[in-house]
């Protein structure tokens, strides 16, 4: 992508600040129908998939996610790629590719390379893509745990943004991944709770709420006008010990 | 620069400078004011069109980016002269009160019944749920659905 040009997926972000003339893109690369990057093979999730797509045929949590985006309109036109480019820390895809470890491939004239999300993802709304680099796939690790589980908190059912997301994964050997959105500037793994967790086999009323305790301690939200640091705080723990139960059952 | 594209089955080719959304050039450019400009971020739904194949918000496409596609508005859903299905079903369960939000119900809704042509009650609420209604009509919206849905189309 030539410099000073700006990617256009489903416009679901870039159109809303053309709109309201935040930004005046002068040449604009238009992707959405752009086969390659509308290609999925196994892991490989290219950057034009759309919402539509991932609540049909994705992992179970990215699909529980997809599910709960914006509106049949919104979910029609909105991409993966989209979602990873605008890098807000309340994107509903991103705390499942935090919880599996997922990379972003970029492609540029130089050629690609890939960088694991915590590498990608460097603060609110901020990326390490290169503006001439094309975001052309989430690559996700071959093997996915079994339980996984999506859920956010917010006011509302449909068209809202949420106060904080939340991804649990637990695998056979009870390896337990947490990834939450909206309470700190990129999205985060609570990795003390992941620790406590993953080596009790069947965790306990005790376990549980030294779990819930842990995540909390470990968000570091602020308190704007969707909701306050405290609540935020309280309420990680306790959607991250529910996705858990979940996960154990 | 110059748009060509198919709008409601015709060939069409509309002049636009700048960023401007299809809504815009639907509206200013081609001179269809059916798809209505209320919020201009994708909340309302009074912009839906359907865009190759894909129920969206016109509002959050750029015109340019529509060169060589099918674009259907709400002017497109049925004949001249005759009403579609579901704005009979609109007009008969008098789901229309200033009318503002009502062309994009009817986008929407045809896309819902073309899918799923006896929807469930909630499976129209989850569809719909892109389209707000500033005279809060939603009763008599749904009633319509639910009617057209038992009907079958
Ligand atoms: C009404 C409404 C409701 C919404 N609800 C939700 C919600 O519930 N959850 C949620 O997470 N988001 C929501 N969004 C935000 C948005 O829909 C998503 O972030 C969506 O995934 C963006 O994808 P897009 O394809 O539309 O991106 P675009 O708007 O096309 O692009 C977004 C950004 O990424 C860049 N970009 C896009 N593709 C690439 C690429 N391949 N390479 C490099 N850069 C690229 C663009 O330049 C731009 O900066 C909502 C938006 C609206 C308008
Ligand atoms: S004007 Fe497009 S959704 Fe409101
Ligand atoms: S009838 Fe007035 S906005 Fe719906």
Sequence with gaps: MGEGATAL???????????????????????????????????????????????????????????????????????????????????????????????????????????????FFIGVKKTARRPDELISAIQLPEALPDRQEF??????????????????????????????????????????????????????????????????????????????????????????????????? | MIVSFKLNGEETTARVTGPLSLLDMLRDEVGLPGSKSACEQGECGSCSIVLDGELVCSCLVLAGDVEGSEVTTVEGVAGADVLHPVQEAMHEAGAVQCGFCTPGFVVAAVDLFESNPSPTTSEIKEALAGNICRCTGYGAIIRAFEQLAGRGT
């Excluded at chain 1, 809303?16 to 040449?27: A, D, I, S």
């Excluded at chain 1, 509903?92 to 130089?110: H, K, R, T, Y």
């Design chain 1, 151 to 249: 859920a956010k908190i917010g006011v509302r059912n449909a068209m809202v943004i949420a106060t904080v997301y939340c991804v649990v994964t637990r695998a056979e050997d009870g390896e337990t991944r947490v990834a939450l959105g909206s309470v700190a500037p990129t999205t985060i793994r609570a990795r003390r709770a992941e620790e406590l967790i993953s080596s009790v086999a069947s965790p306990g009323e005790e376990d549980l709420r030294e779990f819930a305790r842990l995540v909390s301690e470990e968000v570091t939200p602020i308190t704007d006008h969707r909701s306050t640091e405290q609540y935020r705080r309280h309420s990680s723990g306790v959607l991250a010990r529910r996705l858990l139960e979940r996960c154990l059952r």
């Design chain 1, 9 to 119: 997926a489903g416009g679901t972000d870039l159109m809303v600040e053309v709109n309201f003339g935040h930004t005046r893109p002068e040449n604009v690369v238009a992707l959405r129908r752009v086969e390659e990057l509308a290609q999925w093979e196994g892991g490989r999730i290219g950057a034009g998939v759309t919402w539509r797509r991932l609540e049909r045929d994705g992992p179970r949590a990215l699909a529980q996610a997809a599910r709960t985006v914006g509106s049949p309109q919104i979910r029609n036109a909105g991409t993966l790629g989209g979602n990873v480019g605008t890098a807000s820390p309340a994107g509903d895809g991103l705390p499942f590719l935090a919880a599996v470890d997922a990379s972003i491939e970029l492609a540029s004239e130089s050629g690609r390379r890939t960088l694991r999300w915590d590498d």
